[in-house]
């Protein structure tokens, strides 16, 4: 199942051109990637950013959903229950007035590996800092 993440500066950078140009007037935009990763593809280039290696298991997606109904778990590994229907609700976004309206303007959605590490890099750096924790209930 594909699962949809786009980098906030392409978010900023696509909605102010897109405001700005005659084209755009009366249309809806998807603001997403127009190429999503699998799931699978996601978890093994995350585990390949954090581990630097790839991932030998897999734990069922019925399993994790059960431990993530365990209070005592959730806080353990900092991940809400809700986590899971979010890569488990299939969807369709179609970008392609995105696509079409933002050609020629530079503006391109990354994929996921194109900005991965930077990501597990703030993870990396940030997931000490209470300032930054969601309190996982």
């Known amino acids: 199942m594909p699962v949809c993440?786009?980098?906030?500066?392409?978010i900023v950078?696509?909605?102010?051109?897109?405001?700005h140009i005659e084209a755009g007037e009366?249309?809806?935009?998807?603001l997403?990637?127009?190429n999503p990763f699998p799931a699978k593809e996601l978890y093994q280039e995350i585990v390949h950013h954090l581990l630097e290696k790839k991932?030998?298991?897999v734990i069922p997606?019925?399993?994790i959903s059960g431990l993530l109904s365990i209070p005592a778990f959730r806080r353990w590994v900092q991940v809400e229950k809700e986590t899971m229907a979010y890569f488990l609700c299939e969807t369709h976004h179609d970008t392609?007035?995105?696509?079409?309206?933002?050609?020629?303007?530079?503006?391109i959605c990354p994929t996921f590996d194109q900005y991965a590490e930077t990501i597990i890099t703030y993870y990396k750096q940030s997931?000490?800092?209470?300032?930054?924790?969601?309190?996982?209930?």
Do not use: M
Request: aromatic share 8%; hydrophobic share 35%; glycine share 6%.
């Open 61 to 63: 997606t019925s399993i």
């Open 32 to 34: 997403t990637d127009p």
């Open 5 to 10: 993440l786009v980098p906030v500066d392409y």
């Open 26 to 30: 009366g249309k809806t935009y998807h």
């Open 127 to 137: 997931r000490t800092d209470p300032e930054k924790a969601i309190l996982v209930r």
């Open 96 to 107: 392609s007035n995105t696509v079409i309206d933002l050609q020629g303007s530079g503006i």
């Open 13 to 19: 950078k696509a909605v102010c051109f897109l405001t």
């Open 55 to 57: 991932p030998s298991w």
